[in-house]
């Protein structure tokens, strides 16, 4: 059984930061890439971001040179820091940890954007 959780959501005024965490864990697991993706109510789910082990990233337009992704391998861990948020990034942001067969979502963390 593969758990993935995230933290660090919340609440910031615009132009502010926030960092998220995404720790998965379970035994004998190989995780391949790790990612974020964010979702608001009506509107599928979209890709934020994702690295894979080597270090190779990838990000959505909307959010190159603000948000930077990184990860921890030996912690299964991958971060997502958010720079010069804007209203427009308020959502729920999920994680996603991807083995070889199975792709393991977290349960989400909310961030709002509002003054």
């Known amino acids: 059984q593969v758990q993935v959780v995230e933290s660090g959501g919340g609440l910031v005024q615009p132009g502010g930061s926030l960092r998220l965490s995404c720790a998965a864990s379970?035994?004998?697991?190989?995780?391949?890439?790790m990612g974020w993706y964010r979702q608001v109510p009506g509107k599928q789910r979209e890709l934020v971001a994702t690295?894979?082990?080597?270090?190779?990233?990838n990000y959505a337009d909307s959010v190159k040179g603000r948000f930077t992704i990184s990860r921890d391998n030996a912690k299964n861990t991958v971060y997502l820091q958010m720079k010069s948020l804007n209203p427009e990034d308020t959502a729920v942001y999920y994680c996603?940890?991807?083995?070889?067969?199975?792709?393991?979502w977290g349960r989400g963390t909310q961030v709002t954007v509002s003054s």
């Open positions: 379970g035994s004998g697991i190989t995780i391949l890439d």
């Open positions: 690295v894979t082990r080597s270090g190779s990233t």
């Open positions: 996603i940890a991807r083995g070889y067969s199975n792709n393991y």
